[in-house]
């Protein structure tokens, strides 16, 4: 027996992916406004992605009340019309969710890749994605003229005018679809040349992979529809034959836009399930070096922070020293003719914690900074020195 109506799948999938991707975004907003305080462009355009995605799924859902999923001949003639211009109105949004979206995702990965290649080449990704894109997006809304005659057409007086040919568009969404694929590929397999070579303990990196690798599921699903994309040459039914392009490009945006915001809380999962620190590239790639300890703060093993009076803070310096032997290190801060011996400790240097390691931390003691800023403040003029020196006392 042959299914009556797709309406049913359409709107689950559209709910199911709506809270989602919702939640993701707010988790998203949380850990890189409050956690880490590093809200950039990026995490504004996934914002805006998902403030499209939620108008697309509205229109969506409207559609799917007046016949979206449908046969026509079960659709209220007077409801047609209306269910063919939500639908005409959903893809124009899908495309400028995911342009918002894999623009997002671009910002993001530039921050984590320092090799000029891998920058080159998620530029020249981005650029070719989002130029089709726009010229999808034109394309689409620019078929018919005028606009309207797209949904007026199943009327029994359409307005005169004309449209392109229904292939003309489905082979430009096969092409959109295919350079899709290509981004989402491109995006998830490059940072695990990033992530591989740097110095992390093996399962911390195998997990920061698989959570930038993420974006691969999104990637599937638009492979999956490409053997529906010929039902946009269906006129005559055309609510009930897209129902399976209307589903995967649901999944395919709400996929991308939870990957994407997954992808930035890894601090957030640190500070609820352990970690020495809650900054953390790639979920905080732009986080600038300064890492700073409270009195609260755990010391790792390879840059103990200086401890400090509660409620001030102090800054920690971190050497890396691959070769795990003990040394000594004597840090002196010098300013106009006073100097300061900071700090003087053993220290076994085992490798990296996680992804926060910076040679450009330095650390200093609370009331010699305290000293230098009451200085400044008074208009005395100061030079600082930092100086540290280091022994090795035992292989």
């Not at 290649?117 to 726009?134: D, N, Q």
């Not at 085992?350 to 900074?369: C, K, V």
């Amino acid at each position: 027996m042959a299914i009556r109506s797709r309406a049913d799948q359409i709107a689950g999938v559209a709910y199911t992916f709506l809270v989602m991707s919702t939640i993701a975004t707010l988790l998203r907003i949380y850990c890189r406004a409050w956690v880490i305080k590093a809200f950039s462009l990026d995490d504004w355009l996934a914002v805006g992605a998902q403030i499209l995605f939620i108008v697309f799924t509205s229109y969506e859902l409207t559609g799917v009340s007046y016949g979206t999923g449908r046969h026509v001949a079960d659709i209220d003639p007077e409801h047609l019309p209306k269910a063919m211009q939500m639908w005409w109105t959903c893809e124009p949004l899908y495309v400028l969710t995911n342009m918002f979206i894999k623009a997002s995702i671009a910002l993001f990965l530039l921050r984590i890749c320092v090799d000029r290649v891998h920058k080159i080449i998620i530029w020249t990704v981005t650029g070719i994605t989002e130029i089709y894109s726009l010229f999808f997006f034109l394309l689409f809304i620019l078929q018919c003229r005028p606009t309207s005659l797209f949904w007026l057409r199943v009327t029994e007086n359409p307005p005169s005018g004309s449209c392109l040919d229904a292939k003309v568009v489905s082979d430009a969404f096969y092409g959109y679809s295919a350079i899709s694929c290509l981004t989402d590929w491109t995006y998830s397999i490059l940072p695990m040349f990033v992530v591989w070579n740097l110095q992390m303990d093996r399962k911390v990196k195998l997990s920061v992979v698989l959570i930038l690798a993420a974006g691969t599921i999104a990637s599937a699903a638009t492979i999956v529809r490409f053997p529906y994309l010929y039902s946009l040459t269906d006129i005559n039914d055309f609510l009930y034959s897209t129902s399976d392009v209307a589903i995967w490009s649901t999944v395919e945006t709400g996929l991308g836009i939870t990957a994407a915001g997954f992808a930035t809380l890894r601090p957030l999962l640190r500070r609820f399930f352990g970690g020495s620190s809650a900054h953390d590239t790639p979920g905080d790639p732009s986080a600038g070096p300064w890492h700073r300890t409270g009195s609260g703060h755990p010391s790792d093993a390879y840059g103990r922070g200086l401890s400090s009076r509660k409620g001030q803070e102090g800054y920690e310096l971190r050497d890396n020293n691959p070769s795990g032997k003990d040394y000594g290190v004597t840090t002196v801060i010098r300013h106009g003719e006073q100097f300061a011996d900071v700090d003087t400790e053993s220290q076994k240097n085992t490798g990296l914690d996680d992804l926060d390691s910076d040679p450009h931390e330095w650390s200093g003691s609370d009331q010699d900074l305290t000293n230098m800023e009451q200085k400044r403040r008074a208009g005395q003029a100061w030079n600082i020195t930092v100086e540290k020196s280091v022994v090795q006392t035992r292989n």
